[in-house]
């Protein structure tokens, strides 16, 4: 492992089991994200990426297990405890999940004027700034609606920015978004990252555009971490699942099939009534 | 045995939504005013309340001139149209002021509010709420159950008030009952506390029934276009025998002692 074990690490989750009424999503998965790393979960489809998302910012409780944000157990935090560690935190959603009733500017000084009494004044200034980051301060009377897809996605970044976070979490930033806006994102995280000095962990399965930023890949599937390192052990990694999910092979641990009988016997209505 | 297992579950079921629901109910409505959010509030009451205007008016003008008609072609068979006052007024404030007001007031406004509330958490802007550090109960909720229990009883009272103006055009203006009885026989036997404040009292609990069952199924809905529209029905269907059952509740209590 390239990671200091010296550093205490801002998000640390140990033993995570949770289920999804009979399905079981996870199954004992111990995930560490240090501090000014970029930290990738990565995985097919329906490993439930975006619920460990959900676990770490305390939307969703596991049903055992042990999450901790700055060193402190989350699990028996009030709703007000956990709004105030959600302070710290940005996250992306893929939607963008805009607030459609508002215009791109009161999107992003939405915390702001929730959060502080600062001046109008100064939260003009502020949401300026932060909307210039992105690139989209003309863009500040649109309404989301008028929004394309990749705006929505820097707005809805800049408004997880605005009360400057220290964990930033990305929810698939790429997903279905076009080349530019694609390199726009590759490097507005890298940026973010390195000159905010925060700690980003980006929930994706574009292994390009990933493996381009993350300085540590963990790999989930079935329910639990089947594969970690940084991008360039993970390319050499001789395992099963990553060697699948690194080069896009169609077949492999990860079965091409969902479960069904045999094919012959399903055919022919063998074993049927 | 399995029979007897599934009545448990669901019973069990039902007991722990409704827990669930009373919970959310008591944080919305205690929730700590904010001068900051009052510009919420004040416009939910235009979305519910003044928007829902139209409709209530038409429906009571509609509601009073049927009644007039129809309490006349009964009464006049006895000699006694010119209570027809009477009739209308008591049959608006207790009972088709509040029940009526009701039912329009479910299909117009919690339905939407529904709607609104489960689209805010399939498009994921309740947990993004969340995440900056807001609770969509303060936020989302607190302010339409608020604008709802006030709204729903003075769009009644308005309802009641109009009726009775559509009441007395067909009355005087074309059956040609004589205005001043028309008033006086309303005056002599309307009692203030028994009729009117009961009624308010009806409209206000069916106030907070059914704007708490449209703020309540919206924030569990299932966060899909399936689940919007099934949440938008539940709130119509629930609300409406709500208010019914409620009414021969109130009414058994209000009334049946009354001579």
């Not at chain 2, 509609?62 to 006349?72: E, H, K, T």
Request: net charge neutral.
């Amino acid at each position: 492992m390239l990671q200091t074990p010296a550093t205490e690490p801002k998000v640390r989750m140990r033993g995570i089991h949770f289920s999804r009424g009979d399905r079981v999503i996870f199954d004992g998965v111990d995930v560490d994200i240090y501090p000014g790393k970029i930290t990738a979960i990565m995985g097919p489809s329906g490993t439930g990426k975006t619920t460990l998302l959900r676990l770490m910012t305390g939307l969703l409780k596991p049903d055992s297990g042990q999450i901790f944000v700055n060193g402190e157990n989350i699990k028996n935090y009030s709703e007000a405890q956990l709004n105030r560690m959600r302070r710290s935190m940005g996250m992306l959603f893929q939607s963008g999940a805009l607030f459609t009733d508002m215009s791109v500017f009161d999107n992003v000084a939405f915390a702001l004027r929730e959060h502080t009494d600062l001046p109008e004044s100064m939260i003009r200034d502020l949401v300026l700034m932060k909307l210039e980051a992105v690139g989209l301060r003309g863009a500040r009377d649109l309404m989301p609606r008028e929004l394309s897809g990749g705006m929505n996605r820097r707005v809805a970044l800049a408004r997880s920015i605005a009360l400057d976070p220290d964990i930033i979490l990305y929810d698939e930033p790429f997903a279905g978004q076009d080349p530019i806006t694609m390199g726009m994102l590759v490097k507005l995280i890298r940026l973010l990252n390195d000159t905010l000095n925060l700690t980003t962990v980006i929930v994706s399965h574009d292994i390009n555009e990933t493996a381009e930023i993350a300085d540590y890949i963990y790999l989930l599937s079935d329910g639990k971490v089947v594969a970690q390192g940084t991008p360039s052990e993970m390319q050499n990694n001789a395992s099963a699942h990553a060697e699948q999910f690194m080069h896009g092979k169609a077949d492999g641990p990860v079965p091409f099939h969902y479960p069904a009988p045999d094919y012959y016997q399903d055919l022919m209505r063998i074993g049927e009534e | 045995m399995n029979f007897f297992g599934a009545i448990g579950q669901s019973i069990l079921k039902f007991l722990q939504a409704l827990g669930f629901a009373s919970l959310f109910l008591f944080q919305a409505l205690f929730t700590k005013p904010r001068l900051k959010s009052f510009h919420l509030l004040l416009k939910q009451f235009y979305v519910v309340g003044v928007l829902s205007l139209p409709i209530i008016i038409f429906a009571s003008f509609f509601v009073g001139m049927v009644l007039a008609l129809q309490g006349y072609t009964v009464m006049v068979k006895f000699g006694a149209e010119s209570a027809l006052g009477q009739l209308i007024a008591l049959s608006l404030v207790r009972e088709l002021g509040p029940v009526l007001g009701g039912l329009l007031f479910a299909g117009r406004a919690c339905s939407a509010l529904t709607a609104e509330i489960a689209l805010l958490k399939t498009t994921e802007q309740l947990d993004s709420l969340r995440l900056l550090g807001v609770d969509p109960i303060h936020r989302i909720i607190a302010p339409r159950l608020w604008a709802g229990f006030i709204c729903l009883p003075m769009l009644v009272i308005i309802f009641n008030a109009v009726a009775i103006y559509g009441g007395y055009w067909v009355s005087v203006d074309w059956l040609g009952i004589d205005s001043g009885s028309f008033w006086s026989s309303m005056q002599s036997s309307v009692n203030y506390r028994e009729d009117i404040i009961n009624g308010v009292i009806k409209s206000i609990v069916f106030a907070l029934a059914v704007t708490w069952i449209a703020v309540y199924q919206g924030y569990v809905a299932m966060p899909t276009s399936e689940g919007i529209g099934y949440a938008t029905t539940r709130t119509v269907v629930y609300s409406s025998l709500v208010i019914l059952a409620l009414d021969f509740i109130l009414t058994a209590v209000m009334f049946t002692g009354l001579k």
